[in-house]
């Protein structure tokens, strides 16, 4: 599951990933932070073997929220 956070100052979309923990990316659109975060969840393994950690067993549910607008 990824979620966008929201954008910040710097006017960039943030996501976060709960599982693996500790990952997360930003990007310019919607569709970058999406491209972003998979590649940060494929690097996510590799980064963890480099320090000498376990892989913990990853589940994963995509989600994505889109906001509209009220209308009669």
């Keep these: ?3 966008p956070d929201r954008k910040d100052k710097d006017e960039v ?3 976060t990933v709960p599982e693996p923990k ?3 990316s ?3 659109t919607l569709d970058e932070l999406m491209e972003n975060i998979r ?3 494929l690097a996510h ?3 963890l ?5 376990p892989l913990p067993p990853i589940k994963f549910q995509g989600i994505q929220e889109i ?3 009220a209308y009669d």
């Design 26 to 28: 930003y990007g310019d």
């Design 22 to 24: 500790g990952c997360y």
């Design 67 to 69: 906001e509209i607008e």
């Design 45 to 47: 393994p590799e980064l």
């Design 13 to 15: 979309y943030i996501g």
């Design 39 to 41: 590649e940060a969840i």
């Design 1 to 3: 599951m990824c979620r």
């Design 49 to 53: 073997k480099s320090k000498n950690k």
